[in-house]
């Protein structure tokens, strides 16, 4: 790969930028400087920009605790959860599996599709986690219910859902898929009504397990980042 191009991947700067550092001679490969932007570097060669070692273009997973209020977007009409993040890959960064705005919780970013196309699949059934704040009294009949599937009266059908009982107010709902409004959905064709939902787990993956306050991410290594796909 050229070493401007290394360069301006790494987000160094843009091609332009980058090849003035070169110019100026501030880049170093494997020790000795180099003037010449088309100079080839590969995967193994150690480069320095003002001595300092510059890591090659990643892939970027990042856990974030959505607070209610922002939209799962990178809206320029609505506030969004992208205002939180400070990461020089911003412009690469999207979702894995929106969170409605008035939701909390458990959001994955990232720059790997493949690795999203695994957590949302229907085909991973990966579980979703939610600790979800009700009105309205939990019966076994409705766990039942949920366990068996749901379908709606338009016909929408979501995969058996898995409730646990908290306490008279709070219930956790385990889901596979994260069909559009899903949670709440389910919620209401049980005949319950929800006051607050919170995602606190993907797969393995535990928004517990970050110690972070709403509004706060942590970039995490891709060995950390795939117990999303675990279940």
Known sequence: MRLDKFLSNAKVGSRKQVKKLIN?????????????????????????????????????????????????????????????????????????????????????????????????????????????????????????????????????????AKITKIDDETISLVITEGKFHEVKLIVGFLGLKYKKIKRVRIGKLNLNDFNLNLGEWKEIDYNTAKKALES
């Open 24 to 160: 100026e001679k501030r880049v170093k490969v494997n020790g000795s400087i180099v003037t010449k932007p088309e100079f080839n570097v590969d995967e193994n060669d150690k480069v320095l920009v003002d001595d300092i070692e510059i890591i090659p273009h990643h892939n970027v997973y990042i856990v974030f605790n959505k607070p209610s209020g922002f939209t799962s977007s990178k809206s320029e009409y609505e506030r969004n959860i992208f205002e939180f993040i400070d990461h020089p890959y911003l412009d690469e960064l999207h979702i894995v599996g929106r969170l409605d705005k008035d939701v909390e919780g458990l959001i994955l970013i990232t720059n790997d599709g493949n690795f999203t196309h695994k957590v949302i699949s229907p085909k991973s059934n990966i579980e979703k986690e939610y600790i979800v704040k009700i009105e309205g009294i939990l019966t076994k009949e409705m766990i039942e219910i949920a366990s068996n599937g749901i379908t709606l009266n338009n016909g929408i059908k979501f995969k058996p």
